[in-house]
């Protein structure tokens, strides 16, 4: 068990993760337990074979385990001072329980009703009735990031949904669905993530019990790409009557440190973006810019305000990486890094918000302290390096 200064717990069992930020200024005890399926995942190892695992699966999955054929699942927990929830991310599935006065026996019955709760004919049929209803009735991106990620996903674009498209959930059954379950809900691949006032000793025996207990269950292993062979590349969509520029790429999958650089990389270059377009040649632009970056795919998608401003902001892009590593120096970069690290921290308070950071670095055995040492360790060469290397994979100019 590791513990440093601020309270933090880490203990690890049998290839389950225990994490407790032991919070006594809180009232309520917020729990996030994670496991490593969402709607990346593609493969499924087991033991000598591969299955394939369909778009929406994860997702179609997590709503299952949520649903009871009495439609009395949150109200239960809830009449014992609980309210739970889950949500499907790109690379897993978190399921959150927050609680004042934490009942741990109330918390395994939720985390046994996880693991082992059964997927039935019934529910996974009205749920996919409700998915079906959400894909009609809303697109998962604006049209024009649909149309980049379509464009540079191609076969991997019902995967980045999360939720598939309708034929997917349409299609999905449940031998499948059972399989994956049995496999990947399994106690051993258990990420638990823990803030508030409980005594953290009484958690962890809680835990090692659990696990004494459950740790002997099959298990499979996930894969994103089975043979990691994705090639980076990436694009420029331009749509002139909405005034939106889109930049998107998409790096090869490594699942292992260098990813989690790579993405520390990438966030501070976002953020230079902005910084730099707002400030290059001494411009103020009014441009709402905005970004997303997870697991190699990153987006940068900006708005301007006028045509004047549009033309000008496409000009800066069209001139590759020099338009932005010009205005790059220690200075800017020492900036955007304490932004980065300000953002981070002033989540720590917020447990549902901080939670997915934290799963993500425990699953690479990394701290919120390690990534926030990365992030300050991040040099000037390597951003100019990695955008270098970027925009020599683009595909400018895509009409949209």
């Not at 409700?130 to 995967?159: A, C, D, T, V, W």
């Not at 955007?336 to 690479?364: E, F, G, M, V």
Request: net charge negative; hydrophobic share 35%; charged share 20%.
């Amino acid at each position: 068990m590791y513990q440093n200064q601020q309270n933090l717990y880490n203990f690890k069992l049998n290839g389950a993760n225990l994490i407790i930020h032991h919070k006594p200024e809180f009232n309520t005890q917020y729990t996030s337990i994670e496991l490593p399926f969402g709607g990346l995942s593609k493969y499924l190892l087991l033991d000598e074979k591969i299955i394939n695992i369909e778009p929406g699966s994860a997702h179609l999955l997590e709503h299952s385990v949520l649903d009871t054929e009495d439609n009395n699942f949150f109200s239960y927990f809830m009449r014992k001072g609980a309210r739970c929830n889950g949500y499907t991310h790109l690379a897993s599935t978190v399921f959150s329980f927050e609680m004042v006065k934490l009942d741990l026996i109330v918390l395994q019955e939720f985390l046994y009703h996880i693991i082992e709760g059964e997927v039935n004919n019934e529910t996974l049929t009205k749920q996919k009735e409700i998915i079906l209803s959400e894909i009609n009735s809303r697109n998962p991106f604006p049209p024009i990031i649909k149309h980049g990620l379509k464009k540079i996903l191609q076969n991997e674009y019902n995967y980045f949904t999360v939720i598939g498209e309708s034929n997917d959930v349409e299609n999905l059954d449940k031998i499948n669905l059972v399989l994956l379950k049995k496999y990947i809900y399994s106690f051993n691949h258990l990420d638990l993530i823990t803030f508030g006032p409980k005594d953290p000793n009484e958690i962890i025996d809680w835990f090692k019990n659990i696990m004494k207990l459950n740790s002997d269950k099959s298990q499979g292993k996930i894969k994103w790409d089975l043979n990691n062979n994705n090639e980076t590349s990436g694009l420029v969509v331009c749509d002139k009557t909405d005034l939106t520029l889109l930049m998107i790429f998409k790096e090869k999958i490594i699942n292992n440190v260098q990813m989690i650089k790579k993405q520390t990389i990438m966030r501070t270059f976002m953020e230079l973006c902005i910084e730099g377009f707002i400030k290059i040649n001494g411009n103020k632009l009014e441009a709402h810019m905005d970004y997303f970056n997870n697991l190699g795919i990153s987006i940068f998608m900006t708005k301007a305000s006028s045509e004047k401003e549009f033309i000008y902001i496409k000009s800066l892009i069209s001139k590759s990486e020099s338009g932005v590593t010009n205005n790059l120096n220690n200075d800017t970069l020492d900036l955007i890094k304490t932004k980065i690290i300000s953002n981070l921290l002033a989540q720590y308070d917020y447990p549902d918000r901080i939670s997915t950071q934290l799963h993500w670095l425990s699953r690479y055995n990394y701290s919120l302290d390690d990534y926030i040492l990365m992030v300050q360790n991040v040099t000037t060469e390597e951003v100019n390096e990695h955008i270098e290397y970027l925009f020599s994979h683009i595909d400018n100019n895509l009409a949209y």
